[in-house]
Structure formats: C-alpha cells, structure tokens
C-alpha cells in the first residue's frame, strides 16, 4: 500500500482522462454518476474474453471451470471488500437499483402488510426510494419520512422519533448523492433493530470512495453498483446477511437459479444463486473484482483521505465566487459539491463548462423530493475521484468565473 | 463548438424578458409538461377558437433554451390557425434535426444552433412539445 497516493500518477492508469474535450484537456468531474476505469480493469475484463470466457456454474469443460472460478473469486473479493461474514451473502446484480429492487420486492414485500411501517429520508436517490413506494403501496405499509436538519443532515434523535415498533422496514443512504453528507448508518441500524425492524444501507456513493464494513454498521442489507468504483457497467450487488437471503423467495426465475424442476413445482439452488436467475453478469463481475484489487492495492482510507482534501479545496475556491450556492453541510462531507451560480440554470452552467472542457452533472441528480426540499428545480454537482486533482477543481473555479461573465447578469 | 451559436442575443433577450409569460383566467387548453431528466417542467395555456389560437401563455421553469423557446413559441402560434401551429412545430424539430427552415418568426431561426449541442435539444422542444399536445386534447375534445 502507498504511504500516500499520487492523483497525477494514479490518472495516467485512466486512458480515457487523456482526451479534449473542446479543444481544453478534459477535466472529468462526474464520477458520481459513474466513474472513469483504469488499464487494470479494462485488461483484466479484455483477457477473460480472449481466454477464459464460457458460461458458468455448467458443462465440465476447461474454460467453464475457469470462468467459474473468475466469478466466484469476484464474489469472494467482494465479501470480502465488504467484510462480510459469507461470500454467499454476495448476490451479484445489475446494479444499486437491482439489488434494492430485489431486497423491496422480495423481502419488503413479505414482511410488510397493513399497519406497518417503512421509513426512509427524503436524501434518498429514486433508486431507494420507489422500491419502497411501491412495496408500501402493494401491501398497505405506510412510507415515513426522517425528517432533514436544514443542512440536509440526520439528527438521532428524529430517528428515534421516526422508527417505532410497526416499522418493519428501514432503507437509507449512507452518502447522499446531492448532500454529500455522511450519514449515520450504524446509529440508525441500532435503532432499526431495537424496534424489531431490518435496515438496508445505500452505498452507491459510499463504497468507491471509503472502508465499508458491513458486520460493523450491522446493516441487514447493503447495496452498491460497480460502474461507480472502477467497474464496469451493468454489475451490482445486494448484500444480505445470510439468515435473511436464505428466508427470502427469488423474485426472478430460469436456468441457473433451480435445484430440481418438476413439470408443477420446482425447487431453488443454494444461495446465493438462486437469487441469480438467467446467465450471469460474468465479465462484470470479474471487471469488478480487478477493480477492488485495484482500489484495495491504493487503499480506500488513502482515497478518502485524497478526495475530503479535494472537497474542502472546492469547497473554499467555490464559495469564493460571489452569487455561487453550495449546498449540504459544511462539515463530514464526502467528495462531491453540489452548487448553484447564481440565478443561471444549471444547464446552461454545465454547457458553459463542457465548452471549457470540464464535466459536470446539472439536473435534479434521480432526486425529485429533495429538490423540492431545497426549493430549487435543479443544481449543478462536481464529484471528485482518485484520479482528480487540485488542478482540476481550479480549472472548475476558472470554468464557472467564466460562466459568470458570460450570462453577465442578476448576479455579482 | 462555439458557446455563440447556442447563447445568441436574441435567445439571451427572450429569456430575461419572457413574452407571454402567466396563465389566463377562464378556459383555456391546458398542458403540464415535465422534462423528467433534467426537471424542467412547463404550463401551456392555450386558447383556441374557430380552429385558430388566439393567444399562448405559460409558465414553468427551466433553463435559458427551455424558456427562450417557450417565449418564442407562445408569440409565434399567436394567430395561426391549428394546422399551421403543427406544422411550425413540424418545422422546429427538422431545425433541431439540422435542416433549413424558415420560420416568418424571425427570432425562432437563433435557436437553430441548439442542433450543435445534443443534450440541449430537449431543453428546446418541451414547449413545441406541450403545444403540440394541448392541440391534440383540443382536436379530440371536439371529435
């Protein structure tokens, strides 16, 4: 492990950083959207396709007995990337929204009825927040709200408040996506747990970017998206801990997934397999486990450590533009800052900066409610990575003094 | 790509100081429109009369292409009949395909550099788009 990590080096292993964009060096400041993937990944996923690559968990042939080995020692590095108890406890999926889907849909779905509760916080991501609606909806649960402190922070207090003996169910992000705010998760698993209630965690922005422990926090259920951390799209994963998984009916059904299949019933393989109907995400899995080697070798503290540094730089060369908004709290925050310019839209800041080579999200980020709650329609978001550097949050500062010239007007 | 092309005088006018921007009282043809991507969203208010759109209003929010085009919009259908308020619309997504057209509302022909920027497109059609549809809810509501 490097003593500290070197951002300048780390971006050379990125070939798709080396590009401009509009005649200006790229500066990629999207990440968490989806992140950029190093040499390491791309190479690992191009070798399984040029050598091992065949179905898995079928045939005796050679190169089914070597794809299977890739995929289930991705499954081990993931549990062991999450410090889970079990690599059983791994459900490969498509993603964040997947492996939620799949936990709201299976488990929610059973637990739940009228009378009861699922809690959840208006910072959630629409991928952790419809999968609930919809479960309340489909069995008469009622969907609570954790009230948010005007820095878009979670005091325990309203937690406590919150969750009561008919709540069966507690989804909650452990980074939000527009905040940055760091929430509570372990606090909130204790609470959950104390009123007989099982917790999912959202770790689609916690997990590229910070040691996750998940027999720590005790989350029940934890998922993540591997496209975030270096990974390629289109692979996921819900972890569960394993008395859970092993309760729960699959939601999907096929090849693959089945123990024996009679012509009117049929039984379910072990877990977590039996979670993993159809073909499998091979080559995603294995991408995504050259990328937790990848990130493992630079050290998830080292990058945390890197990214607080280039958030807290942002954050005091961003509020130095007169009119410029940031939003979440000032302290305990991840790497991303999320801004509005004055009274500019957000589009029209992002086109401004696209022009000036720098990549930024402008939208309502997949979160309506909190949207409304902050009472604006849109922002703008940078979000910081391993391979993004001082430099780049001073080409985004000299990218949105421009921005400011150009519409010239309502503020400053 | 040159950030003229999309941001000209005349859009950046049009923006600021928005025509037709409010709602009227009484009846009127009404439409919500959401851009779900982005978040801008749009009211059209739309009064037809003997086949002719007698005046536009809206109200929403959005960007400074999404407004632009829903000012221009409200002024230039003022008076058509409902053909040729379609056929406009018609015309307005060729512009944002490329072609050449010609519009006899000059200041439409500005956001023809909207076609050099991809994801800004859809900001320029939310409103031809809801147009188009509070014309559609008029036609059926008379069949």
Redesign the interface.
């Known amino acids: 492990m490097n003593a500290t990590m070197n951002a300048s080096e780390l971006r050379k292993l990125f070939p798709i950083l080396d590009q401009e964009v509009n005649g200006h060096p790229l500066v990629y400041l999207d990440s968490a959207a989806t992140s950029q993937k190093p040499i390491q990944v791309l190479e690992t996923v191009r070798a399984y396709y040029e050598h091992d690559n065949a179905n898995v968990h079928r045939g005796v042939h050679t190169l089914g007995s070597r794809a299977t080995d890739a995929y289930e020692g991705a499954r081990e590095k993931v549990a062991a990337f999450l410090n889970a108890r079990h690599s059983e406890e791994i459900v490969f999926t498509r993603g964040t929204t997947a492996a939620i889907n799949l936990a709201a849909a299976s488990y929610a779905r059973s637990v739940c009825g009228e009378g009861d509760e699922i809690v959840i916080t208006p910072l959630e991501h629409h991928s952790n927040l419809i999968p609930w609606q919809q479960a309340a909806k489909a069995t008469g649960a009622t969907l609570k709200y954790i009230p948010l402190q005007p820095d878009g922070t979670i005091r325990l207090q309203d937690v406590e408040a919150t969750i009561t003996p008919n709540t069966k169910m507690v989804a909650v992000t452990y980074v939000s996506n527009v905040m940055a705010a760091v929430n509570p998760v372990k606090e909130i698993a204790a609470i959950a747990h104390k009123n007989g209630a099982r917790i999912l965690v959202d770790g689609a922005q916690s997990t590229p970017h910070m040691k996750v422990d998940v027999q720590d926090i005790d989350c029940d259920f934890y998922a993540f998206s591997g496209h975030k951390m270096c990974a390629p799209t289109g692979i996921g994963c819900l972890y569960g801990k394993k008395e859970l998984l092993e309760w729960m009916e699959p939601v999907e059904f096929g090849g693959e997934m089945i123990d024996h299949v009679g012509l009117y019933e049929s039984t379910w393989k072990e877990l977590p397999w039996r979670f993993e109907g159809g073909t499998p995400i091979i080559a995603g899995a294995i991408g995504l486990g050259a990328a937790i080697d990848f990130l493992t070798e630079i050290g998830l503290d080292e990058i945390q450590r890197h990214e607080h540094d280039l958030a807290a730089y942002a954050h005091e060369r961003l509020t130095e533009i007169e009119g410029l908004t940031v939003y979440g709290p000032h302290a305990g925050r991840s790497g991303l800052i999320t801004f509005n310019l004055g009274d500019i839209h957000p589009h029209d800041v992002a086109t401004v900066l696209d022009a000036e080579g720098v990549a930024v999200r402008a939208g309502h980020h997949c979160c309506q409610p909190l949207m409304r709650w902050l009472e604006v329609t849109a922002t703008a978001r940078a979000s910081f990575y391993l391979y993004n550097t001082r430099e780049d949050v001073d080409r985004l500062a000299a990218a949105l003094v421009k921005t400011k010239e150009y519409f010239g007007y309502g503020i400053g | 790509?040159e950030?003229d092309d999309?941001?000209r005088r005349v859009i950046m006018d049009h923006y600021?100081n928005p025509r037709n921007r409010g709602s009227f009282e009484g009846d009127a043809v009404t439409v919500n429109l959401n851009n779900p991507?982005?978040?801008?969203?749009i009211t059209l208010q739309l009064k037809v009369e003997d086949g002719v759109v007698n005046d536009a209003k809206f109200q929403g929010?959005?960007?400074?292409?999404s407004l632009s085009s829903a000012s221009m919009m409200t002024d230039a259908v003022k008076g058509k009949s409902m053909e040729e308020a379609m056929k406009m619309a018609e015309n307005f997504s060729c512009m944002m395909r490329g072609q050449d057209v010609g519009f006899d509302y000059d200041d439409l022909e500005a956001l023809s550099g909207v076609n050099k920027?991809p994801?800004?497109i859809k900001?320029a059609t939310l409103a031809w788009n809801a147009m188009r549809k509070g014309l559609e809810q008029q036609t059926d509501s008379k069949e």
Do not use: N, Q, T, V
């Not at chain 2, 929010?61 to 292409?65: K, L, M, V």
């Open positions: 790509m950030l999309l941001y600021k991507s982005c978040g801008d969203r929010e959005g960007c400074s292409i920027f994801a800004r900001c």
